[in-house]
Protein backbone atom coordinates (compact mmCIF):
# COMPACT_ATOMS: atom_id res chain seq x y z
CA UNK A 1 0.00 0.00 0.00
CA UNK A 2 1.43 3.34 -0.95
CA UNK A 3 0.83 6.87 1.14
CA UNK A 4 0.45 10.33 -0.08
CA UNK A 5 -0.03 13.34 1.21
CA UNK A 6 -3.61 15.13 0.08
CA UNK A 7 -5.68 18.10 1.26
CA UNK A 8 -9.45 17.25 2.20
CA UNK A 9 -11.23 19.39 -0.55
CA UNK A 10 -15.01 19.17 0.04
CA UNK A 11 -16.36 16.15 2.47
CA UNK A 12 -16.19 13.36 -0.61
CA UNK A 13 -13.81 14.80 -3.12
CA UNK A 14 -9.36 15.40 -2.15
CA UNK A 15 -6.63 16.55 -3.73
CA UNK A 16 -4.15 14.80 -4.38
CA UNK A 17 -0.29 15.96 -4.61
CA UNK A 18 -1.98 18.95 -5.95
CA UNK A 19 -3.02 17.28 -9.12
CA UNK A 20 -5.99 14.64 -8.99
CA UNK A 21 -9.15 14.98 -7.55
CA UNK A 22 -10.86 11.91 -6.66
CA UNK A 23 -13.79 10.08 -4.87
CA UNK A 24 -13.57 9.38 -1.29
CA UNK A 25 -14.61 5.77 0.31
CA UNK A 26 -15.33 5.24 3.82
CA UNK A 27 -14.32 2.06 5.24
CA UNK A 28 -14.56 0.56 8.58
CA UNK A 29 -12.60 -1.09 10.99
CA UNK A 30 -13.13 -4.63 12.00
CA UNK A 31 -12.65 -5.89 15.28
CA UNK A 32 -9.05 -7.96 13.82
CA UNK A 33 -7.67 -4.27 13.22
CA UNK A 34 -8.41 -4.87 9.67
CA UNK A 35 -10.28 -3.11 6.44
CA UNK A 36 -11.99 -4.31 3.53
CA UNK A 37 -12.72 -2.19 0.74
CA UNK A 38 -13.23 -2.65 -3.21
CA UNK A 39 -11.60 -0.66 -6.09
CA UNK A 40 -14.37 1.68 -7.32
CA UNK A 41 -12.55 0.84 -10.73
CA UNK A 42 -12.22 -2.55 -11.21
CA UNK A 43 -14.00 -4.34 -8.58
CA UNK A 44 -11.29 -5.90 -6.87
CA UNK A 45 -11.65 -6.58 -3.19
CA UNK A 46 -9.02 -5.90 -0.80
CA UNK A 47 -8.27 -6.05 2.78
CA UNK A 48 -5.59 -4.40 4.67
CA UNK A 49 -4.22 -4.34 8.08
CA UNK A 50 -4.92 -0.85 9.52
CA UNK A 51 -3.80 -1.40 12.92
CA UNK A 52 -1.13 1.42 13.16
CA UNK A 53 -4.52 3.48 12.54
CA UNK A 54 -6.98 2.51 14.80
CA UNK A 55 -5.99 5.42 18.31
CA UNK A 56 -5.04 8.30 15.99
CA UNK A 57 -7.41 10.96 17.34
CA UNK A 58 -7.81 12.77 13.91
CA UNK A 59 -9.22 11.75 10.81
CA UNK A 60 -7.48 9.07 8.36
CA UNK A 61 -7.55 9.27 4.96
CA UNK A 62 -4.78 7.09 3.14
CA UNK A 63 -4.72 7.02 -0.26
CA UNK A 64 -4.58 3.36 -1.93
CA UNK A 65 -3.19 2.71 -5.40
CA UNK A 66 -4.78 -0.80 -6.36
CA UNK A 67 -2.84 -3.34 -8.69
CA UNK A 68 -5.47 -1.82 -12.01
CA UNK A 69 -3.44 1.50 -11.62
CA UNK A 70 -6.64 3.15 -9.97
CA UNK A 71 -5.91 5.57 -7.15
CA UNK A 72 -8.66 6.40 -4.60
CA UNK A 73 -8.77 7.39 -0.94
CA UNK A 74 -10.13 5.59 1.77
CA UNK A 75 -11.39 7.32 4.98
CA UNK A 76 -10.70 5.25 8.24
CA UNK A 77 -13.82 4.62 10.25
CA UNK A 78 -13.06 3.87 13.90
CA UNK A 79 -16.64 2.80 15.02
CA UNK A 80 -17.87 0.02 15.60
CA UNK A 81 -20.98 0.39 13.65
CA UNK A 82 -22.04 2.29 10.83
CA UNK A 83 -24.42 5.45 10.98
CA UNK A 84 -27.72 6.26 8.93
CA UNK A 85 -28.46 9.89 8.81
CA UNK A 86 -32.35 10.09 9.57
CA UNK A 87 -35.28 12.66 11.03
CA UNK A 88 -37.14 10.72 13.18
CA UNK A 89 -39.44 12.41 16.20
CA UNK A 90 -39.71 11.03 18.81
CA UNK A 91 -39.86 11.63 22.59
CA UNK A 92 -37.72 10.97 25.67
CA UNK A 93 -38.00 10.31 29.32
CA UNK A 94 -35.27 12.39 31.46
CA UNK A 95 -36.25 12.81 35.38
CA UNK A 96 -39.67 11.96 35.26
CA UNK A 97 -40.70 14.50 32.08
CA UNK A 98 -41.42 13.53 29.14
CA UNK A 99 -40.18 15.79 25.97
CA UNK A 100 -39.51 16.09 22.45
CA UNK A 101 -36.49 15.14 20.47
CA UNK A 102 -35.25 14.80 17.08
CA UNK A 103 -33.13 11.87 16.12
CA UNK A 104 -30.55 12.85 13.75
CA UNK A 105 -28.78 9.26 13.43
CA UNK A 106 -28.60 5.83 13.92
CA UNK A 107 -26.35 3.32 14.38
CA UNK A 108 -26.65 -0.40 16.09
CA UNK A 109 -25.19 0.79 19.23
CA UNK A 110 -26.87 4.09 19.72
CA UNK A 111 -28.57 7.62 18.39
CA UNK A 112 -27.76 11.32 18.08
CA UNK A 113 -30.95 13.51 19.62
CA UNK A 114 -31.68 16.98 18.88
CA UNK A 115 -33.28 17.88 22.12
CA UNK A 116 -35.27 20.56 23.31
CA UNK A 117 -33.15 23.12 25.38
CA UNK A 118 -32.32 20.85 28.58
CA UNK A 119 -30.47 22.25 31.72
CA UNK A 120 -28.34 20.00 33.79
CA UNK A 121 -27.56 16.54 31.44
CA UNK A 122 -24.12 15.62 31.24
CA UNK A 123 -21.67 12.47 30.32
CA UNK A 124 -23.08 9.52 31.90
CA UNK A 125 -26.62 10.07 32.87
CA UNK A 126 -29.62 7.64 31.91
CA UNK A 127 -32.78 8.44 30.13
CA UNK A 128 -35.64 6.16 27.81
CA UNK A 129 -36.11 7.15 24.43
CA UNK A 130 -38.87 6.11 21.90
CA UNK A 131 -39.99 6.48 18.36
CA UNK A 132 -40.61 5.06 14.99
CA UNK A 133 -38.57 4.05 12.45
CA UNK A 134 -39.61 5.22 9.12
CA UNK A 135 -39.53 0.99 7.82
CA UNK A 136 -42.75 0.29 6.01
CA UNK A 137 -43.74 -1.10 9.57
CA UNK A 138 -43.63 1.93 11.40
CA UNK A 139 -41.15 0.45 14.14
CA UNK A 140 -41.06 1.69 17.44
CA UNK A 141 -38.24 1.44 19.42
CA UNK A 142 -38.36 1.84 22.88
CA UNK A 143 -34.72 2.08 24.61
CA UNK A 144 -33.06 2.76 27.58
CA UNK A 145 -30.07 4.76 26.73
CA UNK A 146 -26.45 6.71 28.68
CA UNK A 147 -25.66 9.70 27.19
CA UNK A 148 -22.38 9.50 26.03
CA UNK A 149 -21.36 13.48 24.46
CA UNK A 150 -23.03 16.72 24.34
CA UNK A 151 -22.75 19.26 21.67
CA UNK A 152 -25.07 22.17 21.73
CA UNK A 153 -28.57 20.82 21.30
CA UNK A 154 -27.44 17.53 20.63
CA UNK A 155 -26.50 14.83 22.68
CA UNK A 156 -25.05 11.02 21.32
CA UNK A 157 -26.33 8.26 23.27
CA UNK A 158 -25.87 4.20 23.84
CA UNK A 159 -28.43 1.75 24.22
CA UNK A 160 -28.22 0.15 27.49
CA UNK A 161 -28.53 -3.73 27.59
CA UNK A 162 -31.29 -4.26 29.06
CA UNK A 163 -30.33 -7.12 32.60
CA UNK A 164 -33.56 -9.03 31.47
CA UNK A 165 -33.83 -9.57 27.78
CA UNK A 166 -37.26 -9.56 26.39
CA UNK A 167 -38.86 -10.82 22.85
CA UNK A 168 -39.63 -6.58 22.92
CA UNK A 169 -35.75 -6.26 22.99
CA UNK A 170 -34.84 -8.58 21.08
CA UNK A 171 -37.79 -7.38 18.26
CA UNK A 172 -36.21 -3.97 18.70
CA UNK A 173 -32.52 -5.07 18.22
CA UNK A 174 -33.36 -7.23 15.19
CA UNK A 175 -35.66 -3.82 13.82
CA UNK A 176 -32.15 -1.46 14.04
CA UNK A 177 -30.02 -4.34 12.21
CA UNK A 178 -32.65 -4.85 9.50
CA UNK A 179 -33.24 -1.23 9.43
CA UNK A 180 -29.29 -0.58 8.92
CA UNK A 181 -29.13 -2.76 5.98
CA UNK A 182 -32.04 -1.38 4.82
CA UNK A 183 -34.67 -4.06 4.85
CA UNK A 184 -37.75 -4.36 6.61
CA UNK A 185 -37.70 -6.63 9.72
Given at each position: MEAYAFEAITHNQIRWSGKIEMEEKKVFINNYKKASFTCPKCKKRKMLNVAGYRNIQEEVRITHRCSC????????????????????????????????????????????????????????????????LDDPRQTLIHKEVTVRYERGPCIGVEFRPSKIITSFDRSNDKAIAAYMLGRSS
Open positions: GNDYTLLLERRMFPRKIVHLPGSYIWKERRKTMIVKDISRGGVKLELETEKGMKIGDRLVIEFC
